[in-house]
C-alpha cells in the first residue's frame, strides 16, 4: 500500500481506511516538522505544530477538494498552525514580531569600544 499515491491514499480514508492514514502520516512527518521548525524556530514547539498540522489534516480531509495536491494542503496547515502558534507564544511572553527579529552585528567599532 506504501506504492499508492497520495490521492489514492486520501480516497481510502475517507471510505475508512486508518491505515491508509497512517501511510500519509509517514510518507510527510518529517516535512510537517521540518516546516513546522523553519516558522517557530523551537524544537518542541514544531513537534506540537507538527501533530496538531496531522490532527487538523485528519479532520479535515473531507473538505480537500484536490487529493492530488494533499502534499500542498497539507503544508498549508503546517504553514497556518505555526503561525498561529508564533502569534499566541508572544503573546504568552510579551514580545511583538520586531522584536523577535535578529538584531544587527556589532560593527568593529563598537567591539573596539566594549
Not at 507538527?50 to 494542503?73: I, Y
Not at 535578529?102 to 567599532?109: L, V
Request: charged share 25%; aromatic share 6%.
Amino acid at each position: 500500500m506504501d506504492t499508492l499515491t497520495d490521492s489514492a491514499l486520501v480516497a481510502r480514508t475517507l471510505e475508512g481506511d486508518r491505515p491508509a492514514f497512517e501511510i500519509l502520516v509517514d510518507r510527510y512527518q518529517t516535512l510537517v516538522c521540518s516546516l513546522a521548525y523553519a516558522i517557530t524556530g523551537d524544537l518542541a514547539r514544531s513537534e506540537d505544530v507538527g501533530q496538531e498540522s496531522l490532527v487538523q489534516a485528519w479532520e479535515t480531509l473531507d473538505r480537500l477538494q484536490q487529493p492530488d495536491h494533499f502534499k500542498s494542503w497539507l503544508c498549508g496547515i503546517t504553514r497556518n498552525v505555526a503561525k498561529n502558534s508564533n502569534r499566541s507564544q508572544r503573546t504568552r511572553t510579551g514580545t511583538s514580531a520586531l522584536e523577535e527579529l535578529p538584531t544587527a552585528a556589532p560593527t568593529a567599532e563598537q567591539q573596539v569600544v566594549d
